[in-house]
Nanobody
Framework: QVQLVESGGGVVQPGGSLRLSCVAS????????IGWFRQAPGKEVEGVQCIASDGSKYSADSVKGRFTISRDNAKKTVFLQMDHLAPDDTAVYFCASQKSPVVTTAHLMCIMNPPTNSRGQGTQVTVSS
């Protein structure tokens, strides 16, 4: 299993942008499905966007057209570009990984609540004026 470390969170005004990074170590990234998840206080974990090893993607409806996930296997990094941020996007964002045969598609990754040992530590995103 890879180990994941997130960065790039912060405080931003509504309408602003942030770019989150998820850097992997311990194994090659190209065999893994990677997902970005978020959890706001008092709410369930939500799959935001996920990307499979073949580059196929899945997005939650709440972020379609505003967020973009991408991966650079050579750099062992998955990015989440977040544009047009809104206060409802405020949450701790974390990335998580799975690989075949547990998960093979981006959709399956995004609808699961990933085990804690497959997650990074998370990064706080706060959208506030």
């Amino acid at each position: 299993q890879v180990q994941l470390v997130e960065s790039g969170g912060g405080v931003v005004q509504p309408g602003g942008s942030l770019r989150l990074s998820c850097v992997a170590s311990g194994d090659t990234l190209d065999r893994y499905v990677i997902g970005w998840f978020r959890q706001a206080p008092g709410k369930e974990v939500e799959g935001v966007q996920c990307i499979a090893s073949d580059g196929s993607k899945y997005s939650a409806d709440s972020v379609k057209g505003r967020f973009t996930i991408s991966r650079d296997n050579a750099k062992k990094t998955v990015f989440l570009q977040m544009d047009h941020l809104a206060p409802d996007d405020t949450a701790v964002y974390f990335c998580a990984s799975q690989k075949s045969p547990v998960v093979t598609t981006a959709h399956l990754m995004c609808i699961m609540n990933p085990p804690t040992n497959s997650r990074g530590q998370g990064t706080q995103v706060t959208v506030s004026s």
